[in-house]
């Protein structure tokens, strides 16, 4: 058994996201609880190709232990090795395999989601990292949606096709490759995969409050949950979580002074991490997560529109400073 499900622990995954879950995000959440990490997943031929900008996705930091590196392809060989140089590289906690990625840019190369209309080559990937890198003693994981569309839902067969590959846990999330993030996660299938294999499953998908979570941690027999885009708006779910799974209730709401300083603590890392390019450009990058983390913010509209053209760190502090000025005369 991994050793984050060890002695009755329901882990707490911060789910990979791409161009959101970088080593500077990660590292947050880590602070606010979050129990295992994986990186945005990475392609198996950028790594094959010694692509610096594909490499720098496996980075992370020790304290974000236990971390995984997840990776894409739809070659169990090239894809073994790609394991291995990692392993080689940075020694993760554990290679995770995609199998869930619905985007268009990895569906066309074969791999993510595509794969889970073709078992049989599911299930050759699965067995060519696990067989790769078994020397080394690094377990291997994947994460799945529960089918290609609704007309061929089959996470089940998929989930007892990986346990027998010996993947060692599976994070399912609960909706198919045709509804993209639309509609709702059918936790109904995520709880008969529980029930299907003695591997742990971790529960994925219309995750937004503590009380969620203990919800479906009541409902089903799934071991953790990997918690994406709620994370991506309120990061404080994860410590929200701990105490709403020990207390049964739900924490006193996060002050707004917390959460501005929470914002500008982040790019300030943000721009720490990203020197070698100016603070306009790194600023560019961060409106899109600024303007996520504005949800349920008085004004949050104009917040957005500001952070839409936001260039300098100098003028977030000084919107900060004004909303709080302004909440604190409304109150």
Known sequence: MLPWFADGRFPL???????VTDVVFRGLCKELGADVMVTEFVSAEGIMLADDRTRKYTDFDDSQRPVGVQLFGGDGARMGEAALRIIDWKRPDFIDIN???????VVSKNGGSSLLRECSLLASVAEGVVKAVAATGVPVTAKIRIGWDATSVNAVAVVRILEECGIQAIAIHGRTRAQGYAGQADWNVIGECAEATRLPVIGNGDLATGADIARRRQTTRIAGVMIGRAAMSHPWIFQEAK?????????????WEERWSFMIR????ALASKRHQSERHALQHMRGRLMAYTHGFPGAKRLRLQFSSLSSLAELEDIAATSLAEEAVAA
């Open 99 to 105: 199998f869930g990625c619905p985007v268009n840019k």
């Open 243 to 255: 105490h709403f799974l020990t207390t049964g209730h739900l924490p006193p709401q996060v002050p």
């Open 266 to 269: 982040h790019v300030r890392l």
């Open 13 to 19: 995954y911060l789910a990979p996201m791409a161009g």
